[in-house]
């Protein structure tokens, strides 16, 4: 990579995770925005600057309809992808991309690991990659980090892992209206239950967070087992989106379980809903030696997660080309610059 | 990398650090322990299981004077070279082993980021590094993990950082004798001091955690200002080691502070004291989003360090040749077995 040659990045998805990436795009001096990617006509040819509500930062990008489009105006060498939590029809997605040589972070749980839901599309996916040079990664803060990449990390000051304990609770009445309704908020308990056992409410790339370390720690595990029920409200809530009276749905809980012939265990507990006390991510390896850590108040949700999208990028192109997996890529981390980046310089990925 | 293939680690130092390295490579399925390496003529030609007092793990490696005489009985992929805390002696120590290929993980407290004190011969040995395939790389717990990595990997999800705080006070009491003595334990406060002054008391490797986060963030920052003060014990103290008195040296408090020009800042504090009450690491982000995180007890010392080093070896071996930074290799982890790691399946390293 050319440190004086700043990343050409386009957006695919312009939803509020996707304006909000472009507004931390624009803010980092290594990224040149070369183009937003959207289905919806009445933004195709808009220019970011008005969409985004921030005139000064685009002076030329604007909205394609499809990245066939995009690369028919523009070089481009990484791309955003905020637009599903399903591998199959992110890969769909992607593809073209990928075909492409690009580099693609997206926030598709499913992408967190991929194997897990679509195997051989993962695998036909990384083979294309090997052939054009692309790679794909899927991250974010739940999954991508408190859940998954925060435990794997702590575990590497210990010469032995026996479990893997991970807790994180969501007061969703500080979010935005979209995670207040995705928890169930209001809802009938039973009605909640009834979509969750369809697998039409719940917290996606939960078992795919449970992968992840089962996978860096080298545990083949069996079957993983999730459950999802509601939090039942214990007092009448009333929040900027939603009323919700005692005995209603405040929001979720979900836990997925996994362990290991040989007795290795992961635990991963998640509550989110209206008014919930004490939010905060915690870890507690039972390792040799032990670690628990907390984070009091937990890692915020919308800009972390974009946060984690943007700082990814780097990291990607210097990674070998491919399904690649956070644990694949160097420690995460925010950047001012890319100047002082000894690895970067050395590298050629671009 | 061949996951079928164990990898060949040999021990290069055998004091109490380098013996407890060993027992952990004896314990993971992916080490296959070749020997050991130290200058004392008492131990050469001994065999590891007499020395580890671990007849089982080591049925036919035995010691060796140096690295060439290691080299003309046995292959060699990796080395865990714990004898220094000098970047320039510690190259010295580690060149014949890179001139070969070898991957070295150091506990070298100044080879985190050797670049601060011996800026040529970093760049000497790297580029030497260039023509072997030789990689070297310093890390540990402190330096190596708590200030410095954690912090770093923290910022993964943020969208700016402005500061890094973090804090680390250790209880010297519960630890083995060579740290209570480094800390000054029973000192005479000006006695102390005075050493302090000279470079000939303190704890090592500060200055580099300081750099390694100014590095990851892109930050440009000028002079590391650097104090280490006595804290004066403030009751009579009786460790298994030392009597300390009222007034005399209890430990140190050693503090690390740099800023950039536009205001960026890191302030890292240390204190390692007798008797020390709520002994933690504590990390504080002035950031977007905000992120404290806290581990009670903080990550423990000797056992930590080494499975530090340890869990290194195939990160170290995935990464690129060179001189090699904890923030150019995959996030650390512990690993049970490389079996089902794709990045590694993918490698060609050895």
Not at 28 to 34: N, Q
């Given at each position: 990579m050319n440190i004086n040659k700043r990343i050409k990045v386009a957006q695919f998805g312009l939803g509020p995770i996707g304006i909000s990436s472009l507004r931390l795009l624009a803010r980092?001096?290594?990224?040149?925005?070369?183009g937003g990617i959207d289905i919806r006509p009445e933004l195709i040819g808009r220019s970011l600057g008005e969409i985004t509500g921030d005139l000064s930062s685009f002076p030329e990008a604007k909205v394609y309809e499809s990245f066939a489009a995009l690369l028919a105006s523009t070089e481009v060498d990484a791309i955003v992808h905020t637009a599903g939590s399903k591998a199959e029809q992110s890969f769909a997605q992607i593809r073209p991309m990928l075909e492409h040589g690009i580099a693609v972070v997206s926030s598709?749980?499913?992408?967190?690991?991929?194997?897990?839901?679509a195997p051989e599309t993962t695998q036909e996916i990384d083979e294309l990659c090997q052939t054009t040079g692309g790679r794909v990664l899927g991250t974010g803060v739940n999954p991508g980090y408190v859940l998954d990449v925060l435990p794997i990390c702590l575990s590497g000051v210990c010469a032995s892992v026996k479990g893997v304990y991970g807790e994180r609770v969501v007061d969703?009445?500080?979010?935005r209206q979209p995670l207040q309704k995705k928890v169930g908020s209001g809802m009938d308990p039973e009605e909640f239950r009834s979509l969750a056992s369809q697998g039409k409410a719940g917290h996606a790339g939960f078992q795919e967070s449970l992968a992840l370390i089962a996978n860096s720690l080298g545990w083949k595990i069996g079957m993983i087992s999730e459950t999802i029920d509601p939090v039942i409200a214990d007092h009448d809530i009333e929040t900027a989106y939603f009323s919700v009276e005692t005995g209603q749905t405040a929001g979720l809980h979900q836990v997925v379980q996994a362990e290991t012939a040989e007795g290795f265990w992961i635990h991963l507990d998640l509550k989110m809903y209206l008014d919930a006390e004490n939010p905060h991510d915690m870890i507690r390896l039972d390792s040799s030696p032990s670690i628990e850590a907390t984070i009091p108040?937990?890692?915020?949700?919308d800009l972390a997660t974009v946060a984690a999208l943007v700082n990814a990028i780097p990291s990607l192109l210097n990674a070998?080309?491919?399904?690649?997996?956070m644990t694949d890529l160097s420690v995460p981390h925010c950047r001012e610059?890319?100047?002082?980046?000894p690895a970067l310089e050395a590298e050629s990925a671009l």
């Open positions: 980092k001096s290594w990224v040149e925005v070369v598709c749980e499913e992408l967190l690991f991929p194997a897990l839901r969703a009445s500080t979010r108040g937990g890692v915020a949700g070998k080309p491919g399904v690649r997996l610059s890319l100047g002082m980046e």
